[in-house]
């Protein structure tokens, strides 16, 4: 079977985009997913991402790790899967599309695409760190350098705990010298990535918890490019929370499934 590709990246967070309006593709077949994200011998992305009809949305977005499981929202795949929307004539420069933790907003402007985020109860301390749900877990650690730091060992321990063998969880490292830059382990991939979205919008959450003075928005400087992220603080809950960056379509082509 020939599967069409579309390749995107969104600050370096590459994904593998498929038009599958007419559900044509078997979610159950992991190892066809691991096998098409797979770098040495595959097309090699971060993940997968399945753009299927909705009756009360635009579309609706189904995406996968690079391990072949469904997982939880992705940032940058959000805002990826918008603009291969607009690529293929479904929307124009906003949309409402339906994730797996709910519905989504989205608009297109001056060439960079933003999200709504889901609402955010609470940011949890952690000893020294942060625990926070963007729509997938994250765990964040404020450190003085992350420039020379093994995020794929620290990050693993972090994740493969006790506290969070479990379920698993996204780790990221924020520096907040020199601007505010993150590096992230992400569950699912098992390593570090280019960039993280949700992780993003995490680490900027936990920096305005730490600094109440350090309003919204907030930029995020990923090892792929910044991130912009807007939100409200009111009644201890952060709210109308927006990220926004760029997205690339890379290439596309043909992948046969054997």
Known sequence: MEIKFYKYQ??????????????????????????????????????????RKHSDYDFQMLYFNSDGKQSTLCGNG?????????YLGLIDDKCKFLAIDGPHEAFIKDNLISI???????????????????????????????????VKKMGAEIRYSEQFKKDGINV???QVSDGIKIRTYERGVENETYSCGTGAVAVALCVHKLNSFKQSPILIK????????????????YINIWLRGPVELIYSGDFVCK
Not at 78 to 86: D, E, G, M, N
Not at 131 to 139: A, R
Not at 222 to 237: A, C, K, M, P, V
């Open 10 to 51: 969104g600050t370096g967070n590459d994904f593998i985009l498929i038009d599958d309006r007419d559900e044509f593709f078997d979610i159950t077949r992991n190892d066809i997913i691991s096998s098409i994200c797979e770098r040495k011998f595959g097309v090699g992305a971060d993940g997968l991402i399945l753009l």
């Open 78 to 86: 959000s805002r990826c899967i918008v603009s291969f929307a607009k």
């Open 116 to 150: 709504k985020m889901s609402n955010v109860d609470s940011v949890i301390k952690d000893n020294d760190s942060y625990i926070v749900n963007t729509g997938s877990p994250h765990f964040v650690s404020f450190v003085n350098s992350i420039s020379d730091l093994d």
């Open 172 to 174: 990221n490292f924020a």
């Open 222 to 237: 990923t090892r792929g490019g910044e991130l912009i992220i807007d939100f409200e603080f009111n009644n201890n809950q």
